[in-house]
């Protein structure tokens, strides 16, 4: 097995660095836009837009690092990777922005900016993009050290893609089945506790958890992939413990019978439901 190409790998990252840059660009560019051409009916930024790119984002710089991995890396893991990661930024983009078209901006967002002082655009800026271009960045190092990876895929690497795929399918199906409930007017105001949401109150972000668990264990069968740890444990803290789960949760809390859905189903990780 050939050495990890240290050098070729540090040379790449300022390319990806930029190419998270000009995501961010492109995407203040589109929130701005959206309320200067009418899109945002009080002629304000969407910058919820965000959310929508948060997938894609992935994609660019996994794009990227496959393109300048190319005779460095192990032909094979770079395929999986870029092959995974562009299955789920972009499944993950497309559910997002279809749900966004004609709304308004998100209620999170709105909360968030409440605090701004100045230009709403620029502590936009300091406050949305900049925080998430930097986890961006530092969670998909995971991919980028898995495209310069020499080692050969063995069974890690089976089982990372089975941890992927179970992801998927929690985070993709349970999106689904949310869409669906939501759909039916007769549901408004109610809890959904039915299908994968009957095993946790969140499989669209336990799936997402699962998704780059998977990734991490591709990348970790090679040295130096395994010291990409705190990536996917920084993904996974977010979205339990940070912006996805907690915020949520709040969120829902009014609701009739929220309350019983939370002491009979669990927080995160799929489990039969408890008898009350």
């Not at 803290?237 to 009739?256: F, I, Q, Y």
């Amino acid at each position: 097995m050939s050495p990890f190409p240290l050098e070729a790998f540090l040379t790449s990252l300022p390319w990806a660095g930029l190419g998270v840059v000009l995501v961010l660009a492109v995407t203040y560019a589109a929130a701005v836009g959206a309320g200067s051409v009418g899109a945002d009916p009080r002629g304000q930024a969407r910058h919820s837009v965000m959310d929508v790119v948060w997938g894609p984002g992935f994609v660019v710089i996994a794009v990227i690092s496959f393109i300048l991995s190319a005779g460095e890396g192990d032909g094979g893991r770079r395929v999986l990777l870029l092959a995974l990661t562009g299955v789920w930024g972009i499944r993950l983009g497309t559910h997002i922005g279809r749900r966004a078209l004609g709304g308004h901006e998100d209620p999170r967002y709105v909360e968030l900016l409440k605090g701004a002082r100045g230009s709403r655009n620029a502590f936009a800026l300091r406050r949305v993009y900049l925080p998430q271009g930097l986890v961006m960045f530092f969670v998909s190092l995971t991919i980028q050290v898995g495209m310069f990876a020499t080692g050969p895929l063995g069974w890690i690497a089976v089982a990372g893609l089975a941890v992927w795929l179970t992801g998927f399918i929690f985070e993709s199906v349970g999106d689904l089945q949310l869409e669906r409930f939501k759909s039916d007017p007769a549901r408004r105001g109610t809890v959904l506790n039915t299908g994968l949401w009957r095993y946790t109150r969140h499989p669209n972000y336990f799936g997402d958890a699962a998704v780059w668990t998977g990734l991490f264990l591709i990348t970790a069968e090679s040295w130096p992939g395994v010291l990409t740890i705190l990536s996917p444990a920084l993904m996974i803290w977010t979205l339990a413990g940070k912006t996805g789960k907690p915020l949520t949760e709040r969120a829902m809390s009014g609701r009739p019978g929220y309350r019983e859905y939370v002491q009979s189903t669990s927080g995160f990780f799929p489990w039969p439901p408890r008898r009350h």
